[in-house]
């Protein structure tokens, strides 16, 4: 005969008061929400601190207190908010790609019970399952619940000062359910899969346990023989290990988010009388001694007791009744076997005996109910010491987004989920960096170009001024996308510029005047000569009557060539008048020097330009110097223009973010007496809301040019590292130059080792003011690839379908992306 309950009637909660949860039998439960730290993201040395945390928490639980921690993992979708994207094509494109990408949602409990003194510990046979009672005298008593409370802050105290988690107590709203969000014990009892939906469904036993639709299997570890043989606070994970770097992870995580279905890991640990429990162990070993005579299994259970004793004592260890239990779920039936399989490797991975509850599956359920922990069945636990029954809990979550409005887009490790990750501002706002400039260091097919043009597009596309200097046109595809201007040299087409030119908004101030004064000089003299004080003065002064000229001749338009009448017009005369030396200033000789810029002559071109003239409110300039980094006069020319229209925005613009990125051309720079001009700027940009990027390739690079070693390396915390599997042989002195981590070191080598082979993205790794180190994935749309790619073949087919939609890269791009999803 099949016989039905109500739930109300049977269910073990009398209600939720004071932020708790009081069962019918008088424990009173606190619950807090845990923030654990992300997985792959701890060191050898930071899980076994973690441990000991855990450790100590335990131990300030009072007698007849049960910890129980309940991890739920919930097959998930990430949903895209088309509704709050920007104008972006290519966020839009982003989202797209991403749309309903699975990952593991995980949210994390420790309930604290306490029991009341004398109460009758449960059963396979004795459950609140089939019997109801009075509450016990003792749970009436106010001081009880104080004392608890108490213990329960300073549990909560010991976690967080840790500095590994945040634990946030669940309040009585949190804890009950309401008609539009399903509270705690409402949720565990019908495997509610999202917070806000409140379906009731039936809970069956009849052919193993079935929560509505959902077809759930219990694994449990509860007895000592199924146990690992060894245990500790974290384990290898084989597949981002090297032969030169061990890569640790928890040493539950293959409980936790690697086991890749619907489930909930509990971890219960009974903190009982201690003493009891050993003057209890101490007559089972006198049992075991008086009949060890009769059987070799006495003998050993005899001495397995007196090494237990013996280790309580000398060792003052905690003694603690434990039981570690996987309940999987699937709405469809074929899958529980797949379910079986996954959950039995997760189990072997830990070198443990899965053993899937049947008959006890109902009451392991039922006490699982958030508050009734007290009601567990004791004849499932095992006895332990808290040491090794901590090493069973599930210690890391998935990866978190930043809550900064600020930041890139970059994905989680495991499942590509995207995740918002800022590395500029956070970082500066929590004290972990004192700048915000960056480092990048990748070889040659490392994916760096992607993740540079990925992070460049994100910034621009949050308000940030961005200027460029590149070998090599890897920003090419991206500035046409967003209309910026781009610098190059040929021979058609000679790079322009105009330093001066004073657009809207700007002013003849001392800066301008000196950044012009800078450059003329460079023209005029060497490298290894010096310019006096007279020239210097004098070059000041033409400056100032050659502007007071053009603000009386509108007509005049202002460029090197009107300078360089001026000069030979008026201030010729202006020198004789005074009576100027020519060993003071040799007006001559200067003229003689800077013909080449002036019409008709060589460089004609350069400081000639009549259009993209007002580069201080332009927000995106690329310099590309692939044909002129070489040429002795153009490159150091250019450099000048491109610093002074860098710093002219970093003092200017106020309150708007800049970034300098200079990628392979740092190396040229530095070698024509610029190295000062870098230092400069890697110094003091953060005083400005900017950020200097520098971009290399080879790791030779770094040792040879002191300009990177000290300027550069010192003054960048976030050091972001792509694969550097071809270096992992002498990467010891990579990591000594960079000042990485062991832990680092581990996550560098570990980059792309097991990557996804179904999808195609490449990982990096950052690391924050060596604080904060991660690795992600940068995985991104078609649509962004073919905006980046550096692969001549497909950056020219984008210039062809763009030139089919009228020079519209959008739509070109956008074409040619359905075309290749089709298979043309």
């Not at 990866?399 to 890139?408: A, T």
């Not at 200097?692 to 080879?698: D, H, L």
Request: with cysteine; charged share 30%.
């Amino acid at each position: 005969m099949k016989m039905e309950k109500r739930m109300d009637a049977i269910l073990p909660i009398m209600d939720v008061q004071h932020d708790c949860i009081l069962s019918k039998q008088g424990d009173i439960t606190a619950v807090f929400k845990v923030e654990l730290p992300e997985l792959f993201t701890l060191s050898d040395q930071e899980y076994e601190t973690f441990h000991q945390t855990w450790l100590k928490a335990i131990k300030v639980l009072p007698k007849f207190c049960i910890f129980h921690k309940q991890d739920w993992f919930i097959e998930s979708k990430y949903e895209p908010d088309f509704n709050n994207l920007d104008d972006s094509f290519l966020s839009r494109s982003s989202e797209h790609f991403f749309n309903e990408r699975p990952f593991l949602d995980h949210c994390s409990y420790i309930l604290l019970t306490k029991k009341p003194m004398g109460r009758k510990a449960s059963s396979s046979l004795f459950s609140t399952l089939v019997r109801s009672s009075v509450v016990p005298q003792e749970t009436l008593k106010g001081q009880v619940l104080e004392d608890f409370i108490e213990s329960s802050e300073q549990f909560k105290r010991i976690l967080e000062d840790s500095g590994f988690v945040t634990l946030r107590r669940l309040l009585n709203d949190e804890l009950r359910s309401h008609n539009r969000k399903v509270g705690l014990i409402e949720r565990y009892c019908f495997l509610t899969e999202k917070e806000n939906s409140f379906v009731f469904n039936d809970i069956s036993f009849d052919e193993g346990l079935k929560v509505g639709d959902k077809h759930c299997q219990t694994y449990t570890l509860a007895d000592a023989a199924d146990l690992p043989a060894l245990c500790g606070s974290r384990i290898n994970y084989d597949r981002y290990s090297t032969d030169r770097t061990k890569f640790s992870i928890g040493f539950a995580s293959s409980l936790g988010q690697l086991l890749s279905c619907n489930h909930i890991y509990n971890q219960y640990l009974f903190v009982e009388d201690a003493q009891k429990t050993l003057q209890k162990l101490e007559s089972k070993r006198l049992r075991l001694q008086s009949l060890s005579a009769y059987s070799r299994e006495n003998s050993i259970a005899r001495d397995a007791t007196n090494d237990f004793l013996n280790e309580a004592i000398s060792d003052q260890r905690l003694p603690v009744k434990a039981h570690f239990n996987v309940l999987a779920w699937t709405a469809e039936k074929d899958e529980v076997k797949d379910i079986k399989n996954k959950v039995s490797s997760a189990l072997a991975q830990m070198d443990a005996m899965a053993k899937q509850e049947t008959v006890g599956a109902a009451q392991i359920f039922w006490a699982g109910i958030p508050g009734n922990e007290a009601d567990f069945p004791m004849n499932d636990t095992f006895d332990t010491f808290a040491e090794q029954a901590v090493c069973f809990l599930n210690m890391e979550t998935g990866y978190r987004s930043s809550l900064s409005p600020f930041g890139i887009r970059l994905g989680d490790r495991l499942t590509g989920k995207p995740v918002h990750v800022d590395i500029s501002d956070e970082p500066v706002k929590r004290g972990i960096c004192t700048n915000r400039n960056k480092f990048i260091l990748g070889p040659s097919g490392s994916g760096k170009s992607f993740f540079t043009n990925h992070m460049v597009r994100s910034y621009y596309e949050q308000g940030t001024h961005i200027v460029l200097v590149d070998v090599g046109h890897s920003y090419k595809g991206l500035c046409d996308m967003v209309g910026g201007y781009y610098f190059t040299y040929d021979e058609k087409n000679p790079i322009r510029f105009n330093p001066f030119y004073i657009g809207a908004g700007d002013s003849l101030d001392t800066e301008k005047k000196e950044s012009i004064k800078t450059l003329l000089l460079a023209l005029w003299k060497k490298d290894d000569e010096t310019f006096n004080r007279s020239e210097y003065v004098a070059l000041s002064n033409a400056l100032q009557l050659y502007y007071e000229k053009l603000e009386s001749n509108q007509e005049l338009f202002p460029c090197f060539d009107s300078f360089y009448d001026f000069l030979k017009d008026d201030f010729v005369k202006v020198l004789e008048g005074e009576q100027v030396k020519e060993k003071d200033f040799d007006i001559n000789n200067f003229m003689y020097v800077l013909r080449p810029y002036y019409k008709g002559g060589e460089f004609d071109y350069l400081l000639n330009a009549t259009e993209n003239l007002d580069l201080l409110k332009e927000r995106f300039i690329v310099f590309e110097l692939d044909n002129i980094k070489d040429h002795p006069i153009l490159f150091p020319v250019v450099t000048i223009i491109i610093m002074e229209v860098f710093i002219s925005k970093m003092r200017k613009l106020k309150g708007v973010r800049k970034m300098i990125l200079i990628e392979e051309a740092w190396k040229a720079i530095a070698k024509e007496g610029m190295a000062e001009y870098i230092k400069y700027l890697f110094k003091t940009v953060r005083k400005f809301f900017g950020e200097a990027i520098v971009v290399t390739q080879e790791v030779e690079d770094i040792i040879s040019s002191p300009v990177v070693k000290q300027a550069i390396i010192n003054n960048s915390d976030c050091k972001i590292l792509l694969d550097q599997s071809k270096y992992q042989n002498k990467f010891e002195q990579i990591q000594e130059l960079l000042g990485l981590t062991e832990k680092e070191k581990a996550l560098v080598l570990s980059v792309n080792k097991a990557n996804d082979p179904d999808k195609k993205y490449k990982e990096v790794f950052i690391s924050l003011g060596g604080v904060l180190s991660k690795v992600y994935r940068t995985e991104v749309s078609l649509e962004e690839y073919l905006a980046y790619t550096t692969e001549e073949t497909e950056k020219m087919k984008v210039q062809e379908y763009s030139k089919k939609y009228g020079g519209d890269i959008k739509k070109g791009i956008a074409a040619l992306a359905i075309a290749l999803r089709n298979g043309n």
